[in-house]
């Protein structure tokens, strides 16, 4: 029996989706969990846990207003694109 609402059905995500057989009914939520702990590309967004809040971001940028301070070192998007240089400046 095949689930109502798959992860997702973009991208890399859908060929590793069949692989895994993701669709069955067999896996618990716990092994699903699990799946995704190994391969975050089936999460397909960043999961943020700080002391004030645990959030799923999209875009990946938006993490930054979570941040206590400012970003001070690169920070790029999952694609490669760069938010912000190395020298701590958004591009």
């Known amino acids: 029996m095949a689930r109502e ?7 890399n995500l859908w ?3 069949e692989e895994l057989g993701l669709e069955d009914t067999q896996w618990s939520d716990a092994a699903l969990v699990d799946f995704m702990l190994q391969s975050s590309i089936l999460i397909n967004r960043p999961i943020v846990v700080t002391p004030l809040v645990s959030k ?7 993490v930054l207003d979570l941040l206590p301070s400012p970003q001070q070192a690169s920070f790029s998007k999952e694609d490669g694109e760069v938010v912000i240089d190395a020298n701590g400046k958004c591009v």
């Open 56 to 62: 799923l971001f999209r875009p990946a940028e938006a």
């Open 15 to 17: 060929p590793l989706y």
């Open 5 to 11: 609402c798959k992860i997702g059905t973009s991208g």
